[in-house]
């Protein structure tokens, strides 16, 4: 499922091709994760981040955090990157990002093992944060995709649960194929289980 939701996050913001070669598309998919990242880091940059993070912005401990992540996902494994991942998070989430918060219920990342009882309270409330927004960007669709596709902080819902994953390729604007393309692999991740 975490395999997943990297292919999906990959495909939806950098809008990689579909590639018949499985080592072909692994590693197309990974240039896109890495250049969404550059992308991210000119129009903010590590020094404006940090300095946000200075100042407790939860947004700027989240992406920190993910840059963290990124760092540990594709670099290898690292425990002192591993430890500031999660303390990143970790604090995102006590300063009220949401995003921070469901990454830490979902087990996104894979970094952060957490009791049952504190992956729910963070659900909850990442959630409930995402759910009262009048408007719902892409990144609020998936996760809320995510969440209702594996009951995490909702009863688990998977009719619900493609609904907003359809919702997230609509506000990407994602082009037919490819959304074809997520739509089939969703399916086998989720109607298969």
């Known amino acids: 499922m975490r395999k997943l939701f990297y292919m999906v996050a990959a495909v939806l913001i950098c809008g990689c091709s579909e590639r018949g070669n499985d080592q ?61 991942a999660n303390k990143w998070l970790r604090k995102a989430a006590k300063d009220g990002s949401e995003y921070a918060m469901l990454d830490l219920a979902l087990n996104v990342n894979g970094l952060i093992e957490l009791a049952e009882q504190q992956r729910m309270i963070y659900a909850e409330k990442g959630l409930h944060i995402i759910q009262n927004k009048e408007e719902k960007n892409a990144l609020d669709a998936t996760y809320l995709s995510q969440c209702y596709a594996g009951g995490v902080g909702v009863e688990k819902n998977i009719e619900e649960a493609y609904k907003w994953f359809n919702r997230a390729l609509e506000l990407q604007n994602v082009p037919e194929n490819k959304k074809k393309f997520l739509i089939d692999q969703w399916r086998k991740s989720y109607l298969s289980e």
């Open 24 to 84: 072909e598309k692994l590693l197309d998919d990974t240039v896109c994760l890495i250049e969404q990242y550059q992308e991210q880091m000119q129009r903010d940059t590590v020094q404006d981040i940090i300095r946000r993070c200075k100042k407790g912005d939860p947004e700027a401990e989240w992406k920190i955090g993910n840059l963290m992540v990124a760092m540990w996902t594709y670099k290898g494994p690292n425990e002192e990157v591993r430890g500031l």
